[in-house]
């Protein structure tokens, strides 16, 4: 061998070397420069936070009832951003849980009700005089008063800070508290926002059995004895409707009956002779049936004619059942006043079931109507999504909504302020949103097949507490968008959508997932790394992850990822390097053989180390340590051949009908 190719081999490896020491001292320079200067740690405005710890729904009700809040914030040496926290248990929660991944607290500061005038009102909360602002100081300086009297919306108790010792012993006597130092409180054991897998499948399990148990109640209307049986003619339904003694079955024979704005105010159940065979047809003037009394029920009829004012935004409408002044009064009169071929208003119990329904406005529409369930109700909207409006819309009390197709129009199921909405087994398709949860929390969205929509599954930021499990979303530009806090996603399907997955939301679980064959697989944009995403097939996506520039790093654990380099040695199932789907020689590398040969140098490896043990040096995005060798769920395989493209659409207008 000569000397001269051993010469060159070792300048490859000094250059190597030296590349490798550039590199590393590149990446260490900047944590240098900021670790020498202590930098500014003072308190600052609370809007300039980047806040947690209440939903907008309870930030809502403080806003609207002058109450006070505690509240902290945070530096920490991992993200740029001051973190601002609703709360002192949310504070403590968030120690526990987040300095982890982004480093111990540098400076940590609660509010000062000292000299405030602080008092808890006759229903609890915490309240202070108008005008009245607490000021800032060091959670180490603090007397906190802990088991008082005083709570806040959505928590049964709250921790009060004060400066003065004799201002918290005052407040403590009051209020029944205890004053603790802040060394015994960061160590409370406090309610955590996120909940374990176990947690959540009792809850699943809760929420099923629980709207198992509604939709048996109002099946129980199909069973009522007859009273009236009608032939088509406009007078004799109204008349046997008239004159049905309540609790009672009004039979309608088969053939087509003309309908102009028929009120019931009594608990009745309509039934036809089949959806194909008994047909109700209104006057295209206004909603067809308008029900006032509960436990009142719709069967195996079709119903048409429904007028054209999609919705109430009119100035005729002066009946809304939330005042004028209300921040909810317009959502009620847009989304619940408008034509519809069902509207059930204050009307608890109620059914539909085998119902079609064509509409180019809304198809039912349960205005305060505790306990409505439509099952199996069939609905045919616009073609053009901004043509028509909502399929089912509930306003202010849950609904169950299963087994029902909707094909068309602008939104499949529309929920507002409606706490506990139940949506499973059906079908969407063609329309602007397949289900779409407004400021109403504990969605439940179980087995579900949306197709051809803007958003197939959408929540938005004021839900929280959602359960969306085991539904297909595909060929849409948003797969599943779940804002808010405190939600568990689990064994959903995307397929061929430009975003499968937006992980958005706070203190949720993302688990079991198959995202497969996206523009993007996952579109991160939560601000701290407080999500529980695990065990999920990433296949086949042109980017496997998207993420905002966040100075905070991501940790997804034990993900498959296709396509990402690295070896099983060991035959634990898991591969031998880290895999980070956000970087650009990490997220190239499934794709490229020349970055998978990068990813594999060791100039890239001893950075990496460097990376995992200097405080400051870990990069932002996502890094899953422990990536999978194989995908978890048989569907990750299958549809791996069922599908050889990428974030396709099937139509050139994937919002629309096409059939």
Known sequence: MSSGSSDARGMDARVAAAVAVLLVAAAIAPFLVSASGAGDTRAVAFEDTRKIGLSDRALATVRANGLAVPKAQVYYPQYRYVVGYYGVTTLIAGLQSEHGSLGEPLAVYVTDFAGTDVTVSEDGYLKTPTGVEPGWMRAADAYFVVNSSARVPTRNETVVPFAERAAARTFARQYNGDVRRWGDVRHLDVPR????????????????????RTVGDATELLDRPTSRTVTPDNASLARAIERAAPNTTVRLEAGTYNVSDLHIGKPLTLRGAGRNETH??????GSVLTVTAPRTAFANLSISGVGSDRSGDGDTVSNVSVPRDSSKFRFYKVHGYGDAAIVFDEADGGLVSNVAINTTSNGVI????????????????TKRWDDGFLGVSALGEPVVVQGSTFLGGKVGVYAYDAPGVVVRNTRMEGMMVGIFDLYAPRLTALDNRVTDTWNAIYAETRSYGAVVIDNYVGNSQNGIVVEGRSNYLARNTAVRNTHGIQVISKYSVYRRNVLAYNTIGARSSSLLPTNNVTRNDFVGNARHVSTQAWNVRHAWERNYWSGAPGTDWDGDGTLSRAFRPTAPIDSAAVDHPGPRTLSRSPALALLRRVQQVVPGLQTAGVVDPTPLADPISQRGSLISEEHNETGQYDDGDPWTYTG
């Not at 959540?200 to 709207?211: G, H, I, L």
């Not at 109700?280 to 003037?285: F, M, S």
């Not at 205005?367 to 609905?379: A, E, I, M, P």
């Open 193 to 212: 926002a996120s909940r374990s897998v176990a947690e959540w499948r009792r809850e699943t399990n809760r929420r099923t059995a629980r709207a198992n």
């Open 280 to 285: 109700l047809v209104g006057d295209r003037n």
């Open 366 to 381: 349960a205005r305060g109507s505790k306990g409505t369930v439509v099952s199996n109700l069939s609905l045919v909207g």
